[in-house]
């Protein structure tokens, strides 16, 4: 079946620093990839999405490629700020119709200024 | 962005009583619903598909006796944790997609419920 890994956390960064979260993915045909974010005490937040291969989504600096040969999505930002603290989940929404998600189990991201 | 709120934000209840947790949308419509539990420093696991106007469609390995879910109008869902053990306890959270289950989700605000 469909699933999601994620690099484990937490990811301690200095502010400014370059950020990545790897993601890699098992699916069947050709899913869809997300990055949600979840700040302290709200809700998921879509990050960024890409639904085809060879995609980059990108949102608030982040970036994420959606690489089919490697079945991987990985998350980068270049510069980091203390705002960006927060939990970042990997998910997929596979071809058919269902509309579920796949989530990867999260990473907690720690800026310090 | 569309807003889907959860109601109570967290909840205490003894062990055997049975809550009920509310998730609606606020500004739109929402003919499915998802329910996901999320465990300390874990991922969203999808409970069930909450369907309006039919039953709801629950994944492998969840008890639709012990979770029961029901789709009360176009802008309500709510799931009733029965007989709710310790291990019951859990983060809740709800989503919804507006205009139909292949479109973006919004998430709830998430329910933390704890289980004496």
């Known amino acids: 079946g469909n699933s999601v890994t994620q690099m484990e956390g937490p990811v301690t960064l200095s502010e400014e620093a370059f950020l990545t979260i790897n993601c890699t993915y098992t699916a069947t045909g050709y899913p869809s990839l997300f990055w949600y974010v979840q700040y302290p005490g709200e809700g998921l937040q879509l990050l960024l999405k890409a639904t085809k291969a060879d995609d980059k989504g990108s949102n608030k600096g982040f970036e994420a490629t959606y690489r089919k040969e490697t079945t991987s999505f990985h998350l980068e930002k270049g510069s980091v700020q203390v705002s960006d603290s927060a939990v970042y989940f990997c998910?997929?929404?596979?071809?058919?119709?269902?509309?579920?998600?796949?989530f990867g189990q999260g990473t907690t991201l720690q800026v310090k200024p | 962005g569309a807003v889907v709120s959860q109601h109570p934000s967290w909840v205490i209840c003894k062990s055997g009583t049975s809550v009920k947790i509310e998730c609606r949308s606020l500004?739109?419509?929402?003919?499915?619903m998802f329910w996901y539990r999320q465990f300390p420093k874990q991922s969203l696991m999808l409970m069930a598909t909450s369907n309006e106007g039919s039953k709801a469609t629950y994944e492998q390995g969840v008890e639709k006796d012990k979770f029961l879910i029901n789709h009360a109008s176009l802008t309500l869902s709510t799931l009733t944790v029965t007989s709710a053990h310790p291990e019951d306890s859990s983060f809740y959270i709800c989503?919804?997609?507006?205009?139909?289950?292949?479109?973006?989700?919004?998430f709830g605000p998430g329910t933390r419920l704890t289980v004496l």
């Open positions: 989503s919804a997609p507006p205009g139909g289950r292949g479109n973006e989700q919004f």
């Open positions: 500004d739109f419509q929402a003919t499915t």
């Open positions: 998910a997929l929404k596979g071809s058919s119709n269902t509309g579920k998600l796949i």
